[in-house]
């Protein structure tokens, strides 16, 4: 295996990692089989039902666990290699795996000031923020996160109010980065300020995600590099 396919395999499986974790949070227990991750249940708004952790996985394998479901199922297909539309399903997006090296390097910008997320009031506004609903009786990440050692939720302030974020996620020889908001514009800084507030935390460690459309083009400016496609399957109930 080379070092671009050791890194695809390792970003997808961080990527499972985080969806367990936010599915744990909620109550849902997921499980790991050697090739993929899935639920039995529902999971929240926004996470798959699976993820595919390895190229072997067919389309077989995915319809024995996820047929017979009374709600709408989505596969993250980690590797951009099933055609699940003759199973009725469609196509939601594809995106691209991104990747950038570990490093020590830290740009400051004038004006911000940069913080972990510690306090449940400040992750409820976190949550705010990047979802632009001033509230909602349905949250998404919920207080346990905050005392998981392998998730720092960041964010961005300028004169006190909240203007950027992400969370990183910690696994095996990675960290991944997702859920990241910015202003539209200059995002290009915001999201260099977002990935080395990561960095300062976990300075060994290269970072990973998934990015598409102009948020791809942004982190790709920012010194992450392609390692290769992926799709996500909607089957509607």
Aim: hydrophobic fraction near 40%; proline fraction near 5%.
């Amino acid at each position: 295996m080379d070092k671009r396919d050791r890194f695809l395999a390792l970003a997808a499986y961080n990527n499972a990692v985080w969806c367990d974790t936010v599915c744990r949070s909620h109550n849902i227990i997921g499980e790991f089989h050697e090739t993929l991750w899935v639920s039995q249940r529902q999971t929240p708004i926004y996470y798959p039902n699976l993820v595919t952790l390895a190229p072997t996985v067919a389309e077989q394998d995915i319809l024995v666990l996820t047929e017979k479901r009374d709600y709408s199922v989505s596969v993250k297909d980690s590797f951009a290699i099933l055609d699940l539309a003759p199973y009725g399903f469609q196509r939601l997006f594809q995106a691209q795996w991104i990747f950038r090296p570990a490093t020590t390097e830290r740009r400051e910008i004038a004006g911000l000031q940069w913080r972990r997320i510690t306090a449940e009031r400040e992750l409820l506004r976190w949550e705010e923020v990047w979802s632009q609903l001033s509230s909602s009786p349905n949250r998404l990440f919920l207080p346990t996160l905050l005392d998981d050692a392998d998730v720092c939720i960041v964010a961005a302030y300028r004169e006190n109010q909240m203007v950027a974020g992400a969370i990183a996620n910690k696994t095996t020889g990675v960290v991944g980065i997702s859920n990241v908001f910015t202003p539209e514009h200059e995002a290009e800084r915001y999201w260099e300020g977002l990935s080395g507030l990561i960095a300062a935390h976990y300075p060994t460690l290269p970072i990973v995600g998934y990015e598409h459309d102009e948020s791809l083009i942004t982190a790709l400016n920012v010194g992450f590099t392609v390692l290769g496609p992926l799709r996500v399957w909607l089957k509607e109930s």
